[in-house]
Nanobody, 126 residues
Framework: QVQLVESGGGLVQAGGSLRLSCAAS????????ISWFRQAPGKEREFVSG????????LLADSVKGRFTVSRDNAKNTVNLQMNALKPEDTAVYYC???????????????????WGQGTQVTVSS
């Protein structure tokens, strides 16, 4: 079993920054991917970013490239999502998820992840 707890959400003006963290506990394999998804009201869940626990591979959705970066702190079992130049369309509940192998699993398919956090709200005002 793996437990995930997100933190760092909040209200920010457009152009501002937030840093989300996902703290993981339990049995975590180094071959796992840990990813961020988001879901806005009335919209489908969307893949945002992913990183392997070894940190060797990362993936960002086109919609956030150049603005978001993902990193991990293995000593703290934490994955961070640094979000800069935020836009109102980034408003959503952000979730972290893990439990899939880095290869050949499709990182962006949310249904493949068995472990999810409770989510943290990010609101970007215009």
């Amino acid at each position: 079993q793996v437990q995930l707890v997100e933190s760092g959400g909040g209200l920010v003006q457009a152009g501002g920054s937030l840093r989300l963290s996902c703290a993981a506990s339990g049995v975590i394999f180094s071959s796992y991917v840990i990813s961020w998804f988001r879901q806005a009201p009335g919209k489908e869940r969307e893949f945002v970013s992913g990183i392997t626990w070894t940190g060797g591979r990362t993936l960002l959705a086109d919609s956030v490239k150049g603005r978001f970066t993902v990193s991990r702190d293995n000593a703290k079992n934490t994955v961070n999502l640094q979000m800069n130049a935020l836009k109102p369309e980034d408003t959503a509940v952000y979730y972290c998820a893990t439990g899939i192998q880095a290869s050949p699993s499709p990182w962006a398919r949310g249904s493949g992840y068995p472990y999810w956090g409770q989510g943290t709200q990010v609101t970007v005002s215009s």
